[in-house]
């Protein structure tokens, strides 16, 4: 029901934009959180957005470099990422819950991932 696409492989400050499309599910009511996961690291919050729009938050590894946003009317979240660092790679999920999404367990719906890799 949540779709996530965009990721790619992509240089050291370079830009890239993942895309949570959902499917049988309205997201206006949900709010969503974008997660990610390295190669034998655990699951770790990214960002997450209020059902409205109006609250966003980032984990400070992100902070100044990400922008998480949303369409109601396109039933899509968006995750803006840029000057890429090599330690941004990872396979980003995002997800839906009630509330502001800042841990796995807040989540009712997952999308599949999709691997984001910054190298040279």
């Known amino acids: 029901q949540l779709q996530a696409s965009g990721g790619g492989l992509v240089q050291p400050g370079g830009s890239l934009r993942l895309s949570c499309a959902a499917s049988g599910l309205t997201l206006d009511y949900y709010g969503i959180g974008w997660f990610r996961q390295a190669p034998g690291k655990e699951r770790e919050w990214v960002s997450c957005i209020s059902s409205s729009g109006g609250s966003t938050y980032y984990a400070d590894s992100v902070k100044g470099r990400f922008t998480i946003s949303r369409d109601n009317a396109k039933n899509t979240v968006y995750l803006q990422m840029n000057s890429l660092k090599p330690e941004d790679t990872a396979v980003y999920y995002c997800?839906?819950?009630?509330?502001?999404?800042?841990?796995?367990?807040?989540?009712?719906?997952w999308g599949q991932g999709t691997l984001v890799t910054v190298s040279s």
């Open positions: 997800a839906a819950g009630l509330g502001l999404l800042v841990h796995p367990s807040q989540a009712g719906y």
